[in-house]
């Protein structure tokens, strides 16, 4: 089964508790939210007191996506205010199994981040200390991009690998963010990836609602 994650990026601010609920009503099971910190990325995003805002606008699982330098010292903020999942760039702390230890110490789940350029070896050294990996399929900094499509043969390599040597007993699940639309997902699906993020195909759309029941019903008609 596959989850739809929307990104607040590409939602309009103006009425951000209307545009969740309009996404959860579609069928949303995440809602995602991009930090970016002007430094890892070039973008400068959301803090802590968003995640606190879209807490109190929702009770579906906020996955908190850290695009930020020194991630440690951030961490139990944003737990604080409220994620669920936290998931971190490799490149962006000197100590990653600390960095992921801490995340869960501060209740959430571990999320692991790859770049499209960035190994996957991560994962194999990693798979102790995480929940699940988000694949980038775009290079972050930006909603909008169009999906890179090296990511797809990396992806099926996530897969065979979580596969092979996952931890016995616990599913770490596979996240895909960036270029996500209709005419994709049904293809990265079948792939091996179960939670989309979706900014522009959602939040860029007139109606939400009816876009994220259009990502489920393409993403969910390719049999494998
Ligand atoms: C990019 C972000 C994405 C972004 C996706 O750095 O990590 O989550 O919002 O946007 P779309 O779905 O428009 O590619
Ligand atoms: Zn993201």
Do not use: W
Request: hydrophobic fraction near 45%; proline fraction near 7%; glycine fraction near 10%.
């Amino acid at each position: 089964m596959i989850e739809i994650a929307p990104s607040i990026l590409s939602a309009d601010f103006t009425r951000l508790g209307e545009q969740i609920a309009a996404a959860a009503a579609g069928g949303a099971a995440i809602i995602h939210v991009d930090v970016m910190d002007g430094h890892f990325v070039p973008n400068i995003t959301i803090g802590p007191f968003i995640v606190e805002a879209v807490r109190r606008a929702t009770t579906l699982p906020i996955d908190t996506h850290l695009m930020i330098e020194n991630p440690d010292q951030y961490i139990p903020a944003f737990a604080k205010a409220g994620a669920t999942m936290i998931s971190i760039h490799p490149e962006t702390t000197y100590h990653l199994h600390r960095s992921l230890t801490l995340i869960r110490q501060s209740g959430c789940q571990a999320g692991l981040v790859l770049n499209p350029a960035t190994p996957l070896g991560y994962v194999e050294e990693a798979v102790e200390e995480i929940d699940y990996v988000l694949l980038m399929s775009v290079n972050p900094g930006f909603g909008g991009q169009r999906f890179i499509p090296g990511a797809l043969g990396k992806l099926r390599r996530l897969r065979a690998l979580l596969d092979a040597a996952g931890p016995a007993g616990r599913r770490i699940r596979i996240e895909i963010d960036g270029g996500i639309v209709p005419d994709n997902i049904g293809e990265v699906a079948a792939a091996g990836a179960e939670i989309f993020v979706a900014g522009s195909s959602v939040f860029g759309q007139p109606d939400p609602a009816a876009a994220v029941r259009e990502l489920l019903r393409r993403g969910s008609s390719i049999t494998i």
